[in-house]
């Protein structure tokens, strides 16, 4: 059945390489650089839209005349060979739809995460489809078995996303990693009749490795958002970016928590959500007791020390997997692709040849 999937998955982005490796949407850090980038590579980038699709517009217009300038082989006609991110509990679905439909390219994928009620997912999956004349795949994103064979049924989406515990930045707040999330949903979806529909892991994935892991999870292709944030295309200061190479041990060194939306005025998200960063002063504060209105007057004056107000001692907000570590230098993304498609190419071979 993993093999229908992964052909699934070929047949929908016959430019990408398999197994499929996806950039995270991240919201304000996945631009045109760092989508075109993955997806030139034999993946699929994706731009994080979020909660604001004011500049949606420009950012697809960019993009496509990137892929106009320099074509990518084998992008079926009418497409836009990179995805959009949404998270729809902010994002405003009206615009979303009046851009699409008058976007030349449809985006290759819409990436729907985080409403405010499941059943809101519905009318961005049929709006969507519909806008985009069925040539946009939808991708849901779900963190548990019973939210995954709830949305196959209503939604009946092309891929479904399997977020675990270990992924930084915004996520369940109750959740398991995808070393049983992933087969358990593979198990409950084929029951319901929905074994046809590709699952993509993510959650402290970084190389081959978990690469190679997930797949043999059932997955047919993986997701990496803090693999990407070591890449020179990523939106982010070289603060932040130095945080991620320097950081280690995740398991221990990051946390899920509410404290980084706060200090930041981050306002919001549904209870059942939470993020992953790696700890700081910011978070050592809030656990000694500091007042949020304190905790936040910092984190403004840090704001304006730049790169150094990131690390252990500094406050900015780093969101980053419990795979952190894993993470030991700058790299661009296509090479990113590149070598984690190698490494476990070689890391499924080399098991293969041990049983």
């Not at 707040?173 to 529909?197: K, M, N, W, Y």
Request: contains cysteine; charged residues 20%.
């Amino acid at each position: 059945m993993a093999t229908t999937h992964r052909e699934n998955l070929k047949s929908q982005y016959p430019w990408a390489q398999s197994p499929l490796i996806v950039c995270a949407p991240m919201r304000l850090i996945a631009t045109c650089p760092l989508a075109n980038a993955v997806t030139r590579a034999g993946g699929l980038g994706f731009l994080g839209a979020g909660t604001d699709v004011s500049t949606l517009s420009e950012m697809l217009k960019e993009a496509t005349t990137s892929f106009q300038k320099t074509p990518l082989p084998k992008t079926p006609d009418g497409i836009l060979p990179i995805g959009v991110g949404f998270i729809c509990w902010g994002a405003d679905l009206s615009v979303t739809l009046s851009v699409i439909e008058a976007a030349p390219l449809k985006p290759a994928a819409a990436w729907l995460f985080a409403p405010q009620d499941p059943k809101e997912l519905l009318c961005w999956t049929e709006g969507i489809r519909k806008a985009s004349n069925g040539l946009t795949k939808i991708w849901i994103q779900v963190g548990t078995v019973a939210s995954g064979s709830e949305l196959a049924k209503s939604c009946k989406p092309d891929v479904l996303v399997t977020q675990g515990a270990d992924a930084g930045g915004h996520g369940l707040v109750q959740s398991s990693s995808i070393v049983t999330l992933l087969p358990e949903c593979v198990d409950d979806l084929a029951r319901g009749g929905f074994g046809h529909i590709p699952l993509i892991a993510t959650g402290g994935i970084m190389d081959g490795r978990g690469v190679a892991a997930a797949l043999a999870l059932g997955a047919s292709g993986v997701c990496m958002g803090t693999r990407f944030l070591a890449s020179p295309e990523a939106v982010i200061s070289n603060g932040y970016r130095n945080a991620i190479v320097q950081a280690r041990d995740g398991g221990v060194t990051t946390a899920r928590t509410t404290v980084y939306d706060k200090v930041r005025g981050t306002h919001g998200w549904p209870e059942s959500y939470n993020a992953r960063g790696v700890l700081n002063q910011s978070f050592w504060d809030s656990q000694k007791g500091m007042s949020e209105e304190e905790n936040a007057k910092l984190y403004a004056e840090a704001v304006k020390m730049g790169d150094e107000g990131w690390g252990e001692k500094g406050r900015m907000t780093t969101y980053a997997g419990t795979g952190v570590g894993l993470v030991k230098r700058v790299m661009p993304a296509g090479e990113i692709v590149q070598e984690v498609l190698r490494d476990s190419s070689r890391r499924l071979v080399a098991v293969s040849s041990r049983l």
